[in-house]
């Protein structure tokens, strides 16, 4: 099974909502990464957990907040977002980020309005 | 810095005609590279990746990719397009994290 799954699907939130994005991964892998991606154009890294520790936040602003509560979760905590934070949403795991070989598999991603 | 250069923002084919998509990286040790596909709404597959251990590699979906050291390239092919093959790809690059190139949208005509 190489599945990664998130949800929801779809989330529309107002500027002073709290949400959360959710992901799992059962393939037994050990790195898990948030991406954001707009339209027409790559995703962008945000954070990466290694062994359910943030190994890597590319200063992405505290309204955004991860959390991995164990090997197979990751969650996005949002909060106080600005209209510009909508995107597509995608979370992605790989064997571990020890070897840069290891591919990385993406789940389907979440779609998020900010109004 | 590693940096991966897609040329071509849009390809168009005829279905059943050559599909060729263009990525150039930049690196100074051998990198590693990927392919990837999304379709519209969709998250990332993987179609292929290279690692050093042959340099003419097969993917999914009768694509391949041949890695050429002297031309810094690892282009991606597919001898006959389908209309299903219609997608945005990317190539990457990873060091400590992927390197992705700005994309290529495919268009099949029919």
């Known amino acids: 099974d190489t599945e990664v799954t998130q949800t929801p699907k779809h989330l529309v939130m107002g500027m002073t909502n709290k949400k959360s994005l959710k992901c799992e991964q059962h393939?037994?892998?050990?790195?898990m990464y948030w991406y954001k991606q707009k339209a027409k154009k790559p995703p962008e890294l945000m954070f990466v957990?290694?062994?359910?520790?943030?190994?890597i936040n590319e200063s992405v602003p505290s309204r955004f907040s991860p959390e991995c509560p164990n090997s197979s979760l990751l969650n996005l905590h949002l909060h106080a977002l600005q209209p510009e934070d909508s995107a597509l949403y995608l979370c992605?795991?790989?064997?571990?980020?020890?070897?840069?070989?290891?591919?990385?598999?993406f789940g389907p991603g979440t779609r998020l309005t900010v109004t | 810095a590693q940096s991966v250069t897609q040329l071509g923002s849009h390809v168009s084919v005829s279905e059943g005609a050559l599909v060729l998509l263009r990525c150039n990286y930049s690196?100074?040790?051998?990198?590693?590279l990927f392919w990837y596909v999304q379709y519209p709404n969709q998250g990332l597959q993987l179609l292929l990746k290279?690692?050093?251990?042959?340099?003419l590699v097969k993917g999914i979906n009768g694509f391949e990719a041949e890695f050429k050291k002297s031309e810094t390239s690892f282009h991606l092919t597919k001898p006959s397009a389908h209309m299903s093959d219609a997608a945005e790809y990317f190539c990457?690059?990873?060091?400590?994290?992927?390197?992705f190139g700005s994309g290529t949208r495919l268009l099949v005509r029919p």
């Open positions: 690196s100074s040790v051998p990198p590693y």
């Open positions: 393939m037994g892998h050990r790195a």
């Open positions: 992605a795991s790989s064997q571990t980020t020890g070897g840069s070989h290891y591919e990385q598999y």
């Open positions: 290279y690692t050093s251990a042959a340099t």
């Open positions: 957990y290694s062994y359910e520790k943030l190994s």
């Open positions: 990457a690059s990873s060091s400590y994290k992927l390197i």
